[in-house]
Nanobody, 124 residues
């Protein structure tokens, strides 16, 4: 069982930056892939970025490529999402998730553990 706690969300103006963190505990040896997803009101949960825990290979949704950076600190069991040049359409609840499996999937159904989410609001 992996427990995830996100932090770092908030209100920011368009063009601003935020850094999200996700602290993982319990069963962390099962982490093969960690990802960030987001869900806006009335919309489905969508993939944002993912990273393979051991090698550190990264993957991004086209909508955030070049603006967001996913990273991890293995020693701290913490996942990060640096978000720059934020846009109003980035407004959503952001979730971190753990996948027990070695290949990347962008489908949220492929992730076994989820945090409670952190709200990001970008004003225009």
């Amino acid at each position: 069982q992996v427990h995830l706690v996100e932090s770092g969300g908030g209100l920011v103006q368009a063009g601003g930056s935020l850094r999200l963190s996700c602290a993982a505990s319990g069963g962390t040896s099962d982490k093969h892939v960690m990802g960030w997803f987001r869900q806006a009101p009335g919309k489905e949960r969508e993939f944002v970025a993912a990273i393979t825990w051991i090698v550190g290979s990264t993957y991004y949704a086209d909508s955030v490529k070049g603006r967001f950076t996913i990273s991890r600190d293995n020693a701290k069991n913490t996942l990060y999402l640096q978000m720059n040049s934020l846009k109003p359409e980035d407004t959503a609840v952001y979730y971190c998730a753990v996948r027990i499996g070695y290949y990347i999937t962008y489908d949220p159904r492929g992730y076994a553990y989820w945090g409670q989410g952190t709200q990001v609001t970008v004003s225009s």
